[in-house]
């Protein structure tokens, strides 16, 4: 294997825009966690598992914050607790974003219902928790997990360059799942649209009955049909560039130290959480405007509970005539 490249210099510009990354990611896994507790009805299957997918996003951003915010110069102690700590978490989320797809195809394409589901769910939580935590542990006890010089990361520690085997630890702390995510996440969404374009024309004998219905499930399936590209793509362009940085540095190419690269990699490594929060809460709309409704409540000031004082000689309205007329509820937000 040959030598690494020199050790890549961050700019005050570049840790600054990672920094606000993992910020802002951290904000949207936090945002994701609050609607989850917030709102029960929401708790669907599978929006509990992107609430376990939010927590290894908030776990690995503050990691990641932590370690761009030290900026390593060399080994110590809180390196690698934070190189342990990212690894783990980073992992996880690629765990937890592959479980997701898999239960959406398995509930969609094969109906996947009732007590199959629980114990698919029980199995997501033994591999996407333990799988990590097994690696970090024996990469922690081997000391694999050190200094890197920022070559495969961007000031943050993962494993030691200077180790030997460090090509396979770096597959098993993360790039071996991430290039398996690439694979797994497109097939398995590709087949979920696939089955839904098949139920659609299916039913399209039945449009010129149910053309008012149709027209509504056809904007919903459209909206659905969009974050089913969106999730695989957005995916691939957040981590793309943290593999052409290792496969960089595998070559001792001097060009992982571009800076373009360098940044690209610190914000995809750490916008994930807040990638998730504008697909899954901004842009969808049930959730989003129960959000704006609950802003509103809390900035709207809160109106007098007094009556106003009436002049002299009115009348006291009636309570017959008050009981007899329409009460007035506030509309429901839709729901898609």
């Known amino acids: 294997m040959p030598l690494p490249a020199p050790p890549t210099e961050l700019l005050p510009s570049e840790r600054a825009v990672v920094l606000l990354s993992c910020a802002l990611s951290a904000l949207g896994s936090g945002l994701l966690v609050a609607t989850h507790a917030l709102w029960p009805d929401l708790r669907s299957r599978a929006r509990r598992l992107l609430l376990f997918l939010s927590l290894a996003d908030l776990l690995s951003a503050a990691s990641y914050f932590y370690g ?13 607790l934070q190189g342990a700590v ?60 050190g200094y890197d010089a920022s070559d495969v990361s961007v000031g943050w520690c993962w494993i030691d360059l200077e180790a030997e085997d460090r090509l396979l630890w770096m597959l098993l702390t993360g790039k071996l799942w991430e290039m398996l995510a690439y694979i797994l996440l497109p097939l398995l969404y590709l087949l979920v649209r696939k089955h839904i374009n098949r139920a659609r024309e299916a039913l399209s004998e039945y449009r010129p009955i149910l053309c008012d219905t149709h027209q509504l499930q056809r904007r919903s399936s459209s909206v659905a049909d969009k974050k089913l590209v969106l999730i695989p793509l957005i ?51 049930a959730v989003r405007t129960r959000l704006v409704s609950l802003c ?41």
Do not use: M
């Open 86 to 145: 990212s690894s783990f978490a980073n992992t996880s989320s690629f765990f937890w974003t592959v479980a997701i797809a898999l239960y959406l195809y398995l509930s969609i394409v094969h109906a996947a219902r009732g007590p199959r589901t629980d114990r698919l769910l029980w199995a997501f939580h033994a591999v996407s928790w333990g799988v990590p935590l097994t690696i970090t542990v024996a990469a922690v006890s081997l000391k694999k997990i």
């Open 235 to 285: 995916f691939i362009c957040l981590r793309v560039w943290s593999t052409v940085r290792f496969v960089l540095t595998l070559c001792g190419s001097p060009a992982v130290r571009l800076p373009v690269l360098v940044v690209l990699h610190g914000i995809g490594n750490t916008f994930q959480g807040g990638a998730n929060c504008i697909v899954f809460v901004l842009c969808t709309r």
């Open 68 to 80: 761009v915010l030290q900026d390593f110069s060399g080994p110590s102690w809180d390196c690698v």
């Open 296 to 336: 509103c409540c809390c900035c709207g000031s809160q109106p007098s509970t007094q009556s106003p004082a009436r002049p002299p000689g009115a009348s006291v309205p009636s309570k017959t005539r008050d009981a007899q007329e329409p009460r007035q509820t506030p509309e429901e937000p839709p729901s898609t």
